[in-house]
C-alpha cells in the first residue's frame, strides 16, 4: 500500500516509516501540516498516519481538508491525549481510527493494514489466484505449497497483481502503490522486480505481461 505519515518529531516519522517499509507498504513522509496537503494533492495513499498536534497547520486541519475534498485515505490519528473526550473528537472529524501515544509499532502497522483493506474495493484477508496464496498479515508467500522468500518490493508487487483477480496491472499502477515519492519512473524498477519475482515463483511461469498494458497473474 501506499501509505503517508505525517509527524513532526523526525526521528518518530521516520521510525514509523521504517516500520512500515519493512511491511512491505510504499511510505512517504511529511513533518507538518503543510507538506501533508501539498503531498495529497499530488499522491494518490491508501492510508494517512496523521498526527494530531501539528504546528502551523493543525493535524485536525488536515484531516477536514482531506475529508471535505473527498478523498479517498483512510485516517490514523495519532495524539499524546489519551481521554475519551479526546479520541471522540479526533473520529467527529472524520479520523477512520485513533491510536494514542506511546504506541506499539507491531499494533500500529496492524491497524494500518486494516484500514488499508477498507481503503479499496473489499480483499480477502489471505489473497489466492493461480496456484499462488498471500498472507499480508504474515507476510508470506506460497505457490501451490512451497514457501517463496520475497524481498519487500516484490510482495508489494505480487500483492498488487493479486489484488487484481486476473486484471492487467500497469506498471505506473504499480510504481505509484509500491514505490514512495523518490522513485524514479524511467529507471525500469518496476521491470526488473517482476523478472526477480518470476525467478523466485518458478515454472510454469504465471507472471504475464500484457502487451501495451502491464502484468497481470494468469
Given at each position: 500500500?501506499?501509505?503517508l505519515v505525517v509527524e513532526d518529531e523526525p526521528m518518530l516519522a521516520d521510525a514509523i516509516a521504517e516500520w512500515l517499509r519493512d511491511e512491505a507498504h510504499a511510505v512517504d513522509i511529511a513533518y507538518d501540516g503543510g507538506a501533508a496537503l501539498e503531498r495529497l494533492t499530488v499522491n494518490d495513499y491508501d492510508v494517512v498516519v496523521l498526527d494530531r498536534d501539528l504546528p502551523a497547520v493543525h493535524g485536525d486541519d488536515v484531516c477536514r481538508e482531506l475529508?471535505?475534498?473527498?478523498?479517498?485515505?483512510?485516517?490514523?490519528?495519532?495524539?499524546?491525549?489519551?481521554?475519551?473526550?479526546?479520541?471522540?473528537?479526533?473520529?467527529?472529524?472524520?479520523?477512520?481510527?485513533?491510536?494514542?501515544?506511546?504506541?506499539a509499532f507491531p499494533e500500529l502497522a496492524a491497524r494500518v493494514l486494516s484500514l488499508g483493506?477498507?481503503?479499496?474495493?473489499?480483499?480477502?484477508?489471505v489473497l489466492r489466484h493461480g496456484g499462488i496464496t498471500l498472507d499480508p498479515a504474515r507476510r508470506e508467500v506460497y505457490?501451490?505449497?512451497?514457501?517463496?522468500?520475497?524481498?519487500?518490493?516484490?510482495?508489494?508487487?505480487?500483492?498488487?497483481?493479486?489484488?487484481?483477480?486476473?486484471?492487467?496491472?500497469?506498471?505506473?499502477?504499480?510504481?505509484?502503490?509500491?514505490?514512495?515519492?523518490?522513485?524514479?519512473?524511467?529507471?525500469?524498477?518496476v521491470r526488473l522486480t517482476i523478472l526477480?519475482?518470476?525467478?523466485?515463483?518458478?515454472g510454469p511461469p504465471v507472471v504475464e505481461t500484457v502487451t501495451g498494458v502491464g502484468y497481470r497473474i494468469s
Open positions: 500500500m501506499r501509505v475529508v471535505a475534498s473527498g478523498a479517498a485515505p483512510r485516517v490514523l490519528m495519532l495524539t499524546a491525549a489519551a481521554e475519551i473526550a479526546d479520541r471522540v473528537a479526533g473520529l467527529s472529524l472524520g479520523a477512520d481510527d485513533y491510536l494514542t501515544k506511546p504506541f483493506r477498507r481503503s479499496r474495493p473489499a480483499a480477502p484477508p505457490r501451490e505449497g512451497r514457501y517463496v522468500p520475497l524481498s519487500r518490493k516484490e510482495f508489494a508487487v505480487l500483492t498488487e497483481l493479486l489484488r487484481a483477480e486476473g486484471a492487467p496491472v500497469s506498471a505506473e499502477a504499480l510504481l505509484e502503490k509500491a514505490w514512495d515519492e523518490h522513485a524514479d519512473p524511467f529507471s525500469g524498477v526477480k519475482l518470476r525467478r523466485k515463483l518458478g
